[in-house]
């Protein structure tokens, strides 16, 4: 009993010290595991073996694998390349070139980390609509949206997802059929919607187009070199996933040996690029996992689970759709990452108690992945897009976000709850 | 030889009281690189680069680009100037510490400070604290080699 209270306790404290940013969430999580895991040992609930094993490394090993393959191809220019083609393809019209930018982004995010795509995308955003003399923000706003509800779509889209599909034993391809079609029509939709919400800014003609066809992308593109050879490993990667029920091999070890072959055939200075890996994501996942691990261990959970047993008798639909916007509430005030992970042994044990959870973690990739664009913190690549915009005479701020973003989040969320429950056997 | 023996005195400065839109004016009508801040009594405070006061006239993103080698036609943003708010800040704001020599200093002084900071102007300061002249690059290098024409030579 008191084994439940001490990890409880420390577990909601650490959970508001990073809500509340009082203190940067991987320093939070490092001090709530060390001290989890000390209390563990002293009662004997929770032994060094069981933390260890209580660390998902299929999802730190995939993370860390396309992480590497992001940052040898980060160098090389490829995305300045894109976004700068993008523009050219657009002739400087104000919707076709939101309609480009978007879709790069969220092509790429689709497969690669969405905050990485749109710090290396949005700055050339900023300045292809500063020599067009437009307002950056409809662009910048349309590509954090567009990658992150893009990034629900596949297993690699978003941490959530790897997260998700670790626990439930999802496949890449479950994602495909899952997953994909709901985006698919939630991301048009969204698109729709910010060119109905930004019409008045993509009605004004740009007073200089003719000068976004004198930039040269080439000439952005560095290193094409190495950009081939990343960009031919991370399409066999991508096919690779495909195969993997097959070939009977995780994601993770896809990434890691993609990751593996593109170093060995580019041969970069190792530490250069594994300085543009972002570890404190990695230590953040795994001390989150350490702890949810000592919270299993002292019963938090089955008690949880108890409270939540009689969801049984609950319509099943009603329950996703219930979970979806829960959990989409929360996650565009809060980081998803810890959402997932707490919610996760909350699903493992309600399915244990014999209930089939099957849809209800679908309903959960739902909500943490579209419920970020609700608020200008509610995903790293929305903060990441306002604090760009700050170097702008136009800063995106927290009411435009509401205005805008607020009303994409609703409309996505609404899609996902319709078609989750009209298709709900697909889930089953 | 010494600083003072290769030193420009006739040295402009602004005072700390100054702003933007004047330092500016001194910057153009005198063709410098480099402006010393001096308070009330003629003391150093500190110094404002070209390149600093230069980096009102471009956007604030062009940091986020490392490099804006494809961009052949600037467009709209060719004609945004400073807004007229900014130039009258006071000249402080862009102030940066002066890396500094004494009038009394022997020239591999100056050079080593030049070199490891890539520096291009150095005031010089008198014993006192007080600005008394400005050494650049090509003064202080130019006055190096002109003592090698004798190297060689001593001994013949």
């Known amino acids: 009993m008191i084994a439940i209270v001490l990890t409880s306790l420390i577990f909601l404290i650490s959970l508001w010290l990073i809500f509340s940013e009082k203190l940067n969430r991987t320093i939070t999580s490092m001090g709530g595991a060390a001290l989890m895991c000390g209390i563990g040992i002293g009662m004997g609930f929770y032994s060094e073996e069981q933390a260890i094993a209580a660390i998902d490394f299929t999802t730190l090993g995939l993370l860390l694998g396309m992480m590497i393959l992001v940052a040898m191809l980060e160098p090389t220019g490829f995305f300045q390349f894109l976004a700068l083609g993008a523009g050219r393809i657009s002739r400087g019209n104000p919707l076709k070139l939101l309609i480009m930018l978007g879709t790069v982004t969220t092509i790429f995010s689709l497969f690669l980390d969405n905050v990485t795509t749109v710090i290396l995308i949005a700055p050339v955003t900023i300045l292809i609509c500063e020599i067009l003399g437009i307002n950056p923000v409809p662009y910048l706003m349309a590509e954090a949206l567009l990658s992150d509800t893009g990034g629900v779509a596949t297993l690699v889209g978003d941490p959530p997802n790897v997260l998700v599909a670790s626990a439930a034993g999802f496949s890449f391809n479950d994602f495909l059929t899952h997953s994909l079609p709901i985006v698919l029509v939630a991301w048009f939709v969204a698109l729709a919607l910010l060119r109905l919400l930004f019409r008045r800014e993509l009605a004004i003609q740009p007073p200089n187009m003719e000068a976004v066809m004198k930039l040269e992308p080439r000439e952005a593109l560095e290193d094409w070199k190495t950009a081939r050879r990343v960009l031919i490993v991370l399409g066999l990667a991508i096919f690779t996933f495909f195969l993997e029920e097959w070939l009977g091999i995780s994601p993770a070890y896809v990434a890691l040996s993609a990751a593996a072959v593109a170093l060995v055939w580019t041969r970069p200075n190792i530490q250069e690029t594994l300085r543009h890996i972002d570890w404190s994501v990695l230590v953040f996942f795994a001390a989150l996992f350490v702890m949810v691990g000592g919270l299993d261990a002292a019963g938090v959970l089955d008690v949880l689970v108890n409270a939540l047993r009689s969801l049984e008798h609950f319509p099943p639909v009603l329950l996703g759709i219930i979970i979806i916007w829960l959990v989409a509430s929360l996650s565009a005030f809060v980081d998803n990452v810890p959402i997932t992970i707490a919610l996760i042994p909350v699903l493992k044990g309600l399915g244990a108690s014999g209930m089939n959870i099957q849809p209800l973690w679908w309903a959960l990739v739902f909500g943490a992945g579209f419920g970020g664009n609700g608020t200008i913190i509610g995903s790293t690549a929305n903060i990441v897009v306002a604090s760009l915009s700050e170097r702008t005479r136009t800063p995106i701020t927290s009411k435009l976000w509401n205005k805008r973003g607020l009303p994409v989040m609703l409309a996505t969320c609404t899609v996902a709850s319709i078609l989750y429950a009209i298709f709900y056997s697909v889930f089953e | ?151 060689g030579n001593e001994i013949a």
């Open chain 2, 1 to 151: 030889m010494l600083i003072r023996d290769c030193m420009k005195q006739n040295v402009f400065s602004i005072p700390d009281t100054a702003t933007i839109r004047e330092a500016a004016s001194i910057f153009a009508e005198n063709h410098i690189g480099l402006l010393p801040v001096v308070n009330e009594d003629g003391h150093l405070i500190g110094v404002v680069g070209l390149r600093e006061i230069l980096k009102l006239e471009l956007p604030d993103f062009f940091d986020l680009l490392p490099e804006l080698d494809f961009v052949h036609d600037f467009g709209a943003v060719e004609t945004t100037r400073p807004i007229a708010e900014q130039l009258d800040h006071p000249i402080i704001t862009l102030m940066r510490p002066a890396t500094t020599v004494t009038e009394t200093d022997g020239l591999l002084k100056a050079l080593s400070l030049m070199l490891k900071h890539q520096l291009n102007d150095l005031p010089v300061i008198s014993n006192n604290g007080r600005l008394v002249g400005i050494v650049s690059r090509v003064d202080l290098g130019t006055a190096i080699l002109a003592t090698w024409k004798n190297i």
